[in-house]
């Protein structure tokens, strides 16, 4: 082939996949500089009151990197408490794995999936780790010995201790991953809720407290051949009134915000989960995460969109469901390119929004009805695909639910095996099915999975044995039941390696 033309292709899918030379280039400069990685925790802090709050130093770091709104899980998964949320930024991985469900820590499998800073002291003993809390469960039982230093900061010094010493080692030593947790915000929320002023004036104090550490940083005099990701983070929200621990929505809101060399300035990102704290800094160490750690985390610095996300800038606000607010966007039945929905055999009626095949997000769907499990839903991202039996039945309709979600036709060679990945969760009732089938070159298709009972959030991996002489595969995710349950779908991808 041609170089001119094959540079050419290079260019046209690198400005597919949204990278611009810019942050390329940066990259490239980057490499020759020490990596370095300062993770703040902000207790119970909501990014909604940061954005009422006089907090310029974390106004900048929005405008100077990404922001990220999310959310966790609730009940049953695990309560919206800081043991399981400050353990799942911390891992990596969701409470399902870490298995911390309160803040007693009990039952805890950080042996199996331990803190950030261990991962980094078990692949790169020479790098310098350090973590600060200012509560003392985190320093004391998440973050394990093989950290080289753990400080708990006296109760009677609170976040002021917590600031002063993360600034003396910031300034004065040469840590490469550093974790800071500052407490107060929460406690404001506890005493006068996030709609009070006391909650603002908290998230000043820890602005200030936030931008002791950052200028602490950049004066550092080695700062210049240095390349530092800075992340901001929290744990849960709070009520207006105040308290956490239940499955409403400003209970389940975290966020990121994070500046790095990749990050592009201002940006908005809707795909980022909280486990990808832990999975960012070791990415940006260098350190290769391996398949069998079993994360959940994903490096913000390496995203990876699905059709479905596509969709974003199309979602709708409500139709017929009054309980979802009227500003929430939302949800389309229009697929993404190349994806279709064959409705031919759906009753008729019923609750507009879930009638066949839905794309739709976390913050939409679980506010059609709390506590059915839907916030259980953590490892889909963005826009996701759902088929939702027992909200379509909440109106009056004829017939069954009966709708199949089709694919693209893949590109597949014949003979070879290929690896189809999805992201799931399916809650059932009977007589409810759920059926992945795989049709080669528009042939008959044939059932690869079929869900009859339920399945917590999970990443699916099935092989297929391709046909030899097969060129396309169509994937189809057929739904059929009634006022029952639900079926997530996300991420699909087919592969052969
Ligand atoms: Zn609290």
Redesign the pocket.
């Known amino acids: 082939m041609p170089s001119r033309i094959s540079r050419r292709s290079l260019l046209l899918s690198a400005a597919a996949a949204g990278v611009s030379a810019g942050p390329l280039a940066t990259v490239a400069r980057a490499a020759t500089r020490t990596p370095k990685v300062l993770v703040i925790g902000l207790?119970?802090c909501l990014l909604s009151r940061i954005k009422d709050a006089d907090a310029p130093n974390l106004d900048a770091l929005m405008a100077a990197g990404l922001t990220a709104p999310s959310s966790i899980y609730a009940d049953p998964l695990a309560p919206t408490?800081?043991g399981p949320g400050w353990s799942t930024v911390i891992t990596g991985v969701w409470s399902d794995k870490h298995n911390v469900k309160d803040n007693t820590f009990s039952g805890n499998k950080f042996t199996q999936y331990p803190d950030f800073l261990t991962r980094i002291e078990t692949a790169e003993p020479a790098l310098a780790t350090y973590a600060v809390s200012s509560w003392a469960p985190l320093t004391d039982t998440v973050f394990s010995s093989k950290v080289d230093t753990r400080v708990s900061t006296p109760s009677a010094e609170y976040d002021t201790g917590t600031t002063s010493r993360a600034v003396a080692r910031l300034t004065t030593g040469d840590p490469d991953a550093v974790f800071v947790q500052l407490d107060n915000i929460?406690h404001a929320?506890?005493s006068y809720g996030a709609a009070s002023q006391q909650y603002l004036d908290a998230i000043h104090t820890a602005d200030t407290q936030v931008g002791s550490m950052v200028a602490a940083v950049r004066s550092r005099a080695t700062y210049g051949s240095e390349d530092w990701l800075i992340m901001i983070t929290a744990d849960h929200g709070h009520t207006d009134a105040g308290g956490?621990g239940g499955s409403s929505a400003p209970e389940r809101q975290t966020f990121l915000i994070a500046t790095g060399p990749t990050l592009a300035a201002g940006s908005t990102r809707c795909d980022v989960k909280m486990p990808d704290v832990a999975a960012s800094a070791l990415a940006h160490l260098g350190i290769a995460l391996d398949p069998a750690w079993d994360l959940d985390g994903r490096p913000v610095q390496q995203p990876l969109p699905d059709d479905f996300d596509t969709l974003r800038g199309q979602l709708r606000t409500r139709t017929d469901e009054t309980g979802i607010g009227a500003g929430v966007q939302g949800f389309t039945h229009t697929p993404p390119a190349g994806w279709s929905v064959d409705n031919s055999a759906m009753g008729t009626g019923g609750i507009t929004e879930w009638r066949g095949w839905s794309f739709t997000t976390d913050e939409f769907w679980t506010a059609a009805q709390r506590d059915q499990q839907r916030e259980s839903n953590v490892r889909a991202r963005n826009v996701f695909a759902v088929a939702d039996g027992d909200e379509w039945s909440d109106k009056s309709l004829t017939g069954g639910f009966d709708s199949t979600l089709i694919s693209p036709a893949y590109q597949v060679t014949g003979g070879r095996a290929a690896t189809l990945t999805y992201t799931t969760y399916y809650r059932h009732e009977s007589p409810q099915k759920g059926e992945v089938l795989v049709s080669y070159d528009g042939g008959t298709p044939v059932a690869v999975k079929t869900y009859t009972a339920d399945v917590p959030s999970r990443t699916e991996t099935v092989t297929l044995q391709v046909p030899s002489g097969a060129t396309t595969a169509r994937i189809r995710f057929r739904y059929t039941g009634g006022n029952n349950w639900y079926w997530v779908i996300d991420g699909v991808r087919l592969t052969q390696p």
């Open positions: 207790d119970g408490l800081s929460d929320g506890h956490h």
